[in-house]
Each structure stands twice: as structure tokens, then as C-alpha cells.
């Protein structure tokens, strides 16, 4: 292949890549807006300003143009949590990492307005349903990840209804925080914070005076032996 044939090729890709760029954001925008059931591939190409035959040189349907958006959604979402579990963030109190939390992640959700949509639609198809949720796994084990950090000693089991229950509790409310104006969003995401501290404060805090308790009382019983018969503590 001839140098000016490579720079060619070079400049279609890079082409390509942009358009399916601007497909994906189009779909995102508009499965915000009128939701995906009502999404039709041609509103999707007439939003990102190509012909609905361009748009089927990188997808055969709506259905693989939101499973494309989907992945590109939950790589972003990967990297907000690699700042999260970061060891600088792992030091914050509770109440400070949830506000770094909620905070990205109400921004990644203006940013990619689209992803609520999918992930709250009732009416998307089975197939991509389960993609969606295969998509999701790696989240899930990054939240695990967070609230182990705050709850050392506990077992997935143990953390398995409190991250279930949090995070609906978090879906909950993110749509009111992408409603309205500036100063009613704000209030929301503080309405957020408020309700997912006092909710998983008193767990954590209860698993470690539990713990603090057992240890203690583990050194009483220690020392009331030692009281009671100081040969069973003699290292010689």
C-alpha cells in the first residue's frame, strides 16, 4: 500500500470515527428526550446530520446503536469510579466521598442524559436488557468496592441489601436532579446526600462499634486471666 493510499485510509477511519461519534451522542440526546421505544433511526440520522444510509454503514439497527452508546456510557462511568476508589479518595470520611459520588455522578448524567433513559426504560427489548445488565456487573463490583472500604470485616452478603437499597434510592431521585432550574437541581442533589448518609452512616457506624465492642471485651476477657492465673501469659 502506497503512502498516499495509507494517509487516504487513515483519513476515512478518522472520518468514521467521528460519525459514529455523532450518531451516539445523537441517540443519547434523543432517547433523553422522547424516550428510546419512540426513537426511530431516521431521527436519530437526521439529529446527527447524515443520511440514514451512512448511519447503516455502523449499524444495522436502533437496537445495536443503543447497545453501542450503552458500553461507551459505562466505559466513562468505569473511569469516574477509578477516581473514586483512587487512595486519596479512599481516605475521605464517609459523608465526603458520598458528595464527590453524587456529585460525578449527577455530571457524567447531564453529560450522557441518554444513559438514564436506558437504564430506567421500561420498554426497551430483552436482548438489550440483558446486555445492559452484563454491561452493569462491573459497576456493581466497583460500588461493593466503595462501601467494603467503610465496612472492612463485612461479607458481600452483609453489604448486598444496603448497596441494593442506596442505589434505588439514588436512581430514585437522579431524574429530579436533571429537572428544572439550577437552584431546584442543587437542592435535589443535597436532598440526595442528606437521604444516602443517613441511611448508610448508622450501618457502618454500627458494624465498627460492634467490632470496637467485640475487641474490647475480647481484651477484658484477656486481662481477667491474666488477673486470674498470670502463668498462662509467662513467654517462658
Known amino acids: 500500500m502506497g503512502e498516499n493510499q495509507e494517509r487516504r485510509q487513515a483519513r476515512r477511519q478518522k472520518r468514521g470515527v467521528l460519525r459514529v461519534e455523532e450518531i451516539l451522542q445523537a441517540a443519547g440526546a434523543l432517547f433523553a428526550e422522547v424516550g428510546y421505544d419512540k426513537v426511530t433511526t431516521n431521527m436519530i440520522a437526521a439529529r446527527a446530520g ?9 449499524f444495522s439497527n436502533k437496537e445495536a446503536i443503543a447497545q453501542a452508546f450503552a458500553a461507551d456510557a459505562i466505559e466513562q462511568l468505569h473511569r469516574v469510579y477509578d477516581s473514586l476508589l483512587s487512595s486519596e479518595a479512599m481516605t475521605l470520611p464517609l ?11 449527577v455530571a457524567f448524567n447531564r453529560n450522557c442524559p441518554g444513559y438514564l433513559a436506558l437504564e430506567l426504560g421500561s420498554t426497551i427489548s430483552s436482548s438489550l436488557t440483558l446486555v445492559l445488565a452484563d454491561l ?20 458481600g452478603e452483609q453489604r448486598h441489601l444496603p448497596l441494593l437499597v442506596s442505589y434505588r434510592l439514588f436512581l430514585a431521585l437522579l431524574p429530579l436532579a436533571l429537572q428544572g432550574d439550577e437552584e431546584q437541581q442543587k437542592a435535589i442533589v443535597h436532598e440526595m446526600k442528606v437521604v444516602l448518609y443517613r441511611y448508610l452512616e448508622p450501618i457502618v457506624s454500627e458494624q465498627r462499634a460492634l467490632e470496637m465492642l467485640s475487641a474490647r471485651t475480647h481484651a477484658l476477657a484477656e486481662e481477667q486471666e491474666r488477673r486470674t492465673d498470670p502463668s498462662l501469659f509467662d513467654r517462658d
Open 50 to 58: 447524515v443520511s440514514p444510509g451512512s448511519l447503516y454503514q455502523f
Open 95 to 105: 459523608q465526603a466521598l458520598l458528595d464527590t459520588f453524587i456529585d460525578k455522578i
Open 136 to 155: 452493569q456487573q462491573g459497576l456493581l463490583a466497583r460500588q461493593d468496592a466503595l462501601l467494603a472500604a467503610y465496612w472492612p470485616h463485612s461479607t
